[in-house]
């Protein structure tokens, strides 16, 4: 890995989760992990099983993939095939939750994928917010720093999988 993504991916994982967290909380969030050894992929799905805990109604989320942040670098490292030594076993663990509704399988895609499966040391919150606080909550983070925060998805009715994977460019 090249000395910038490595000063880079440091930088993020020493920002504290702290102000983000009250953030949230005080904006009502209903849920919040901190994303680390199942990655992305597996700590949503965790938050989506407990939502789900004893409903009729089910909820999955609709993942917009080209909006999770990436540090730079990363793709690169697995175009090259450096992937985490958990790789798969994280998808064994979750892969039966995930649906790809991909139009094509290009790497890039690929690629994407297998950062939802990558297991952090520090990969930040991930948190349910109701979309009427989405606006205020992105701006009280940024406003303490937390210059990445975004909106990677959105709750919708389910009867299979937990998580829908989507493209913005599957939609044209």
């Known amino acids: 890995a090249k000395y910038d993504w490595v000063l880079t991916a440091v930088e993020s994982m020493v920002q504290s989760n702290r102000w983000a ?14 994303v680390s050894g199942f990655g992305l ?29 990436v540090l730079e670098g990363a793709m690169e490292c697995i175009s090259k095939g450096d992937l985490s030594s958990l790789d798969l076993s994280n998808r064994k663990a979750f892969g039966d939750e995930i649906s790809f509704s ?39 983070l940024r406003e ?12 919708i009715s389910s009867e299979g999988c937990c998580i829908e994977l989507s493209w913005e460019s599957d939609a044209h």
């Open 21 to 34: 967290s009250e953030i949230m909380n005080g904006l009502g969030a209903s849920s919040a992990t901190d």
């Open 41 to 69: 992929a597996g700590h949503l799905i965790e938050m989506i099983a407990s939502t789900n805990k004893g409903k009729s109604e089910r909820v999955a989320v609709k993942l917009q993939v080209e909006r999770v942040p």
């Open 102 to 140: 991909l139009h094509d399988e290009s790497a890039e895609k690929e690629g994407m994928v297998s950062l939802l499966y990558d297991p952090q040391t520090a990969g930040g919150l991930l948190a349910s917010v109701s979309e009427e606080r989405v606006g205020e909550c992105l701006s009280a």
């Open 144 to 155: 303490k720093g937390y210059s990445n925060a975004c909106v990677i998805g959105s709750v």
